[in-house]
């Protein structure tokens, strides 16, 4: 899952250049996937690792970058691509695009584009869980800078008061868009915060995908046997910019250096070959996907546009949208 | 037939609805209670605590997690109290609840009713006596809903439990111990006007608490032999244009009237709609861009009343 979230990631930055005007670039108009990209190259352990012990009818949340939590829900990566490419074909019609992927087919309830805005928006899927005495759990991924809205201290509040199964994952890359978060924020993070409120959390390697699996097989487990919400904290890093255009010159470069180093994608690697795993079979793990994914670019750039009409439906339907 | 208040009209509507549809739940502060106004009295009571949800004062939240709870097949009503509380929630309903049907390409669907109540109320001051319905019908995705009778209170609360979208439902505070008959068999469509007096000379169009006191205006305009016809809107988005076109061309002289400041107000897209697409004469008249002040002196101030109501409707008669 990683090696697919990764050749995703990788294929879609391609993909992506001219196609936003902004950190100093100009749109040239001809890229196939437009406007802001947020990519999570770097973070691919935090996904996998905590999605790999989700059922399909457990609900997922996600953030702008939520391309990986997407993949590892379940969804379908070919439409994903085809989303990204805003095609008729893609998961929402070329209606939403990279910031709006969702696929509700295998429970994914959507990525949005307001920080935090997800994390209420799963808390509701909880409570309908507990309301509708369904065998199933909610999980709200969210970044280090959602963390100061509002919404994350009264979801965490209302998910104590209310006992509700939710898993809370803050999927802290350290970086508030442009800026360290650590600056902007008090106290001892995420966990800590949780804790206040009565909730287990507990802070994990974000890049060590067994790491991540292995806390939050327990967390989930506990949340499925009725004693309630958790949050696991991990710490990973955002490789690229905030938007895929974004070269990210405000940040030191040894600091990315350093980063590069504990890519999850290696560390696994790594992990691999101590047990054993010869290195030609990993490296066909990551080819076999970035084969997968060239397919997927190649069938979305063939793909047709949405109608100019679709502008106008799926919008509601007492009173749909018109030209006046 | 029984003759009840808005509040329990709403009340009523919300318990046959709950009784209905085991996935109608409600949530806000103070339901469990009956609500602030009474207007969830007994429903707690009926269908517990897990149906009718009391919540922590966390508007934002309240708000998300009924978008969550509508996107996993329940149909939320939503109580935020107060209008100017609602504010608290603006992204949720705009950026959530209206845009998430059409965001995900129909994947889903947000049934859900926002109770937003609007209106000045006795010394309430300049957080609780807004009328901010007109910023909803900005809105694509929201269908916008303000009553003026127990019985439309009843019957657009149905109408609006029905409809699958999300609906920005707004009463008014100063109705809620108005008394009618309603009947539960009658159903209010959403998008349909209801005709309140009919009358030659002019129309005065109007929704929510000004409708009443439009007619009162009516009253003393037919005292010097002016007979205004009163429509009542009751859905802001989409409304009734055949009704209001059809008033126009038989009176040929429009008064659109609310309460809600008139600046931008929702009266300015019907009059600006009529000037475009009709030969009526058209004025408007909402409250000054003024907030409502404690003071007896300052909230009269700023009220629109039906002598004020009545007074332009003179001007556009002279004009």
């Known amino acids: 899952m990683m090696c697919r979230i990764r050749a995703f990631e990788d294929a879609a930055e391609e993909a992506s250049r001219g196609g936003v005007a902004a950190?100093?670039?100009?749109?040239?108009?001809?890229?196939?996937?437009?406007?802001?990209?947020?990519?999570?190259?770097?973070?691919?352990?935090?996904?996998?690792?905590?999605?790999?012990?989700?059922?399909?009818?457990d609900y997922l949340t996600s953030t702008h970058r939520g391309h990986g939590h997407t993949l590892a829900k379940g969804a379908d990566l070919e439409r994903m691509m085809h989303e990204l490419f805003g095609k008729a074909t893609g998961f929402c019609g070329g209606r939403g695009g990279s910031m709006h992927i969702a696929d509700f087919s295998v429970g994914m309830l959507g990525a949005n584009g307001v920080v935090a805005a997800g994390i209420p928006i799963a808390l509701g899927a909880a409570q309908s869980i507990k309301i509708r005495r369904v065998d199933a759990i909610a999980v709200t991924f969210f970044g280090d800078g959602a963390i100061n809205r509002g919404p994350f201290a009264e979801s965490l509040n209302w998910a104590a008061a209310f006992n509700l199964p939710i898993l809370f994952v803050c999927e802290d890359n350290q970086w508030s868009a442009t800026t360290k978060t650590g600056t902007m924020s008090a106290g001892q993070g995420a966990a800590a915060r949780a804790r206040s409120f009565g909730i287990e959390a507990e802070v994990v390697d974000g890049n060590d995908v067994g790491a991540v699996s292995e806390t939050a097989r327990g967390m989930i487990a506990d949340i499925r046997a009725g004693k309630g919400p958790r949050l696991l904290h991990a710490r990973t890093y955002r490789f690229k910019g905030h938007v895929s255009v974004d070269p990210a010159i405000y940040r030191d470069p040894k600091e990315l250096e350093a980063a590069l180093k504990s890519d999850p994608l290696l560390v696994t690697a790594a992990q691999l070959r101590a047990h054993g795993v010869a290195p030609t079979e990993i490296d066909a793990v990551l080819q076999a996907a970035r084969t997968e994914v060239a397919r997927a670019v190649e069938t979305a750039g063939q793909a047709p546009w949405p109608a100019a009409s679709d502008a106008f439906s799926q919008i509601q339907d007492t009173g749909a949208g018109q030209w006046l | 037939m029984a003759v009840m208040n808005y509040a329990a009209a709403a009340a009523t509507s919300l318990g046959d609805a709950m009784r209905r549809d085991s996935a109608v739940v409600a949530l806000g502060e103070d339901v469990g209670r009956g609500g602030i106004f009474g207007q969830y009295r007994g429903l707690q009571e009926a269908f517990g605590s897990e149906r009718v949800i009391d919540t922590p004062i966390s508007e934002a939240t309240i708000m998300g997690a009924a978008v969550g709870m509508a996107l996993t097949g329940l149909k939320p009503v939503i109580e935020l109290r107060v209008i100017d509380f609602a504010l608290c929630a603006m992204d949720e309903i705009i950026n959530q609840a209206a845009k998430n049907r059409y965001m995900f390409g129909g994947q889903s669907h947000v049934p859900a009713v926002i109770r937003m109540p609007i209106g000045i109320w006795s010394a309430?001051?300049?957080q609780h006596s807004q009328s901010l319905e007109s910023w909803f019908t900005h809105v694509p995705g929201l269908v916008v809903v303000a009553p003026a009778t127990?019985?439309?209170?009843?019957?657009?609360?149905?109408?609006?439990?029905?409809?699958?979208?999300?609906?920005?439902?707004?009463?008014?505070?100063?109705?809620?111990?108005?008394?009618?008959?309603?009947?539960?068999?009658?159903?209010?469509?959403?998008?349909?006007?209801?005709?309140?007096?009919?009358?030659?000379?002019?129309?005065?169009?109007?929704?929510?608490k000004a409708v009443h006191w439009s007619l009162d205006a009516a009253e003393i305009l037919a005292r010097d032999g002016i007979e205004a016809e009163v429509i009542d809107l009751r859905t802001l988005w989409p409304w009734d244009r055949e009704a209001v076109f059809a008033s126009a061309a038989k009176t040929g002289r429009v008064l659109v009237a609310h309460e809600a400041i008139q600046v931008a107000g929702f009266g300015a897209e019907i009059a600006a709609t009529l000037a475009e697409q009709t030969d009526a004469r058209v004025a408007r008249l909402g409250g000054p861009r003024a907030?409502?002040?404690?003071?007896?002196?300052?909230?009269?101030?700023?009220?629109?009343?039906?002598?004020?109501?009545a007074a332009k409707a003179r001007e556009l008669l002279a004009r």
């Open chain 2, 124 to 126: 309430s001051a300049a």
């Open chain 2, 291 to 309: 907030p409502v002040g404690y003071a007896p002196v300052l909230e009269a101030e700023t009220r629109v009343t039906p002598s004020r109501i």
């Open chain 2, 150 to 208: 127990p019985q439309d209170n009843y019957g657009l609360l149905q109408a609006a439990l029905q409809c699958g979208d999300p609906v920005a439902y707004f009463e008014h505070k100063e109705l809620w111990a108005l008394d009618g008959e309603v009947d539960p068999g009658q159903p209010v469509p959403l998008g349909k006007a209801a005709l309140r007096r009919s009358g030659d000379d002019l129309t005065i169009i109007s929704w929510s």
């Open chain 1, 23 to 57: 950190f100093g670039q100009q749109a040239v108009g001809q890229a196939q996937v437009r406007g802001p990209l947020h990519l999570s190259t770097g973070q691919e352990a935090v996904a996998a690792g905590v999605c790999r012990h989700l059922r399909p009818n």
